[in-house]
């Protein structure tokens, strides 16, 4: 069983920054593809960006690219987010979510394709 649990959140003017932290206990980091998704009040959970077990591929929601980065430390056994120039529409709650991969290079969009979620970290960025 992994658990998963974010840090980072906060309130934030809009064009600003923050970086989201996901750390993981209770089995193999390396073993996992890591993705962060989004919920903001009234709309479904949405994909945000996703990373390979590697940390070689990554891939974002168009929303986001150019101004969200993910990162990962196996070592660490920490996956981050790196948000800048936020806007008022970035505002939700974040999730980090682990999908046990068999290759190093796969990442994943689909929250069906998750085995353990985090309890998700707010976000608010005021206009």
């Known amino acids: 069983q992994v658990q998963l649990i974010e840090s980072g959140g906060g309130l934030v003017q809009a064009g600003g920054s923050l970086r989201l932290s996901c750390t993981a206990s209770?089995?193999?980091?390396?073993?996992?593809?890591m993705g962060w998704f989004r919920q903001a009040p009234g709309r479904e959970r949405e994909f945000v960006a996703a990373?390979?077990?590697?940390?070689?591929?990554?891939y974002d929601a168009d929303s986001v690219k150019g101004r969200f980065t993910i990162s990962r430390d196996n070592a660490k056994n920490t996956v981050y987010l790196q948000m800048n120039s936020l806007k008022p529409e970035d505002t939700a709650v974040y999730y980090c979510?682990?999908?046990?991969?068999?290759?190093?290079?796969?990442?994943?969009?689909?929250?069906?394709?998750?085995?353990?979620w985090g309890q998700g970290t707010q976000v608010t960025v005021s206009s």
């Open positions: 990373i390979s077990r590697n940390g070689d591929n990554t």
């Open positions: 979510a682990a999908a046990l991969a068999y290759s190093f290079y796969h990442y994943f969009a689909r929250e069906s394709q998750y085995d353990y």
């Open positions: 209770g089995g193999t980091f390396s073993d996992y593809s």
